[in-house]
């Protein structure tokens, strides 16, 4: 097949996980197109059956805000007629599925024609899409989709709570890891965390949003450097990493917190680290949970949004209401300072990371998507 991949190219869920999909893809034998702005960021220079098309936006003195879907539009079109693809995915409704299918009208009016698929990944619907200046256009485009999928069953739920969608069919596909790259005996810790040393090591990665609740992540680490020698790894850049420096001063664990910018390849981090903490207010999925787990790295975060899908409390992490600061220290001291249940946790997330979210086993679901969208036999190639 031949499919053309539109995301946001920048630090995020949505966009590592449409890349590493694309990917995936090609290395099956698809010619995978991918249509953004700009390249994403987990997307090599070159790979074989992978090629990337700049979308083009003039910067026009008539246009304060220069139309970036319509830009989007006339590339899905010209890509689709140059190249003959023949499904465009895209991740993240706004503006991506308006501008398919604006694309898709074009190719119509032309005698010509190509699928859409759309996969939701969070605040497309829990905020942008539920906002009065787009919740109009948001249904509109998820309703014009030929297949719909969500990353998880909280996420569809909301999506027809939000829209009313009740014509929709949403197909849930949960994110996914390579096992061969989240394999913490790959890696060496003494290597990548010199200043670790003995110290516990507690992460968090992430695009440093307001849901991400930055400011608890700190408070949570300094209860726990009160009791047992600890530093907080702190990977990714936003707006909130200021607040979260700030606490970081305000409570003077300073000299124990490490903030390491964007970092494209995660896993070797991951393999440093004792427990990851994501004590976010509302994740549809949690990709970066599902990282740790895959790493064997037990979790503590918020009992909120699609995180319970991923993680499961008592097994593979602990799970507590959100904003409840001290018992998240608590649990995270509770696996810290027993070295049996953290290795049994991490071996638990591990195996339940290969179980159920393993890259082959979503890949093969998302083909046969796309199968049904195109009117293929199932067992095509």
Known sequence: ???GITCYPTYGGSGAVATELGIALAARGHEVHFISYRQPFRLPSFLPR?????VQV??????EYPPYDLALAVQMHEVVKMHGVELLHCHYAIPHATSAWIAREMLRAEHSDVAVVTTLHGTDITLVGQDPSFHAITKFSIEKSDRITAV???????????????GCRVAVIPNFVDPAIYDRSLYSRSELLPFAGDRKVL?????????????????????????????LVMVGDG???????????ALGVGDSVFFLGKIETVAPLLASADVFLLPTSSESFGLSALEAMASGVPVVGSDSGGLPEVVTNGVTGLLYPVGDVDSMAAGVLSIVTDPARQADMGAA????????????????QYEDLYRSALKLPSDAH
């Open 58 to 63: 003039g910067a026009y003195p008539l246009f």
């Open 349 to 364: 997330g591990a195996d339940d990371a290969r179980k159920r979210f393993a890259l082959d086993t979503v890949v093969s």
């Open 1 to 3: 097949m031949k499919i």
């Open 239 to 249: 707006p909130e990493r200021p607040a979260a420096e700030d606490e970081v001063r």
């Open 50 to 54: 992978v090629f990337f098309h700049e």
């Open 203 to 231: 992460m968090h990665i992430s695009n440093f949003r307001a849901v991400k609740r930055v400011r608890d992540i700190v408070r949570i680490f300094a209860k726990v450097a009160a009791e047992t020698p600890s530093v």
């Open 152 to 166: 998880s069953d909280y996420l569809r739920d909301e999506t027809f709570n939000a829209f009313d969608c009740t």
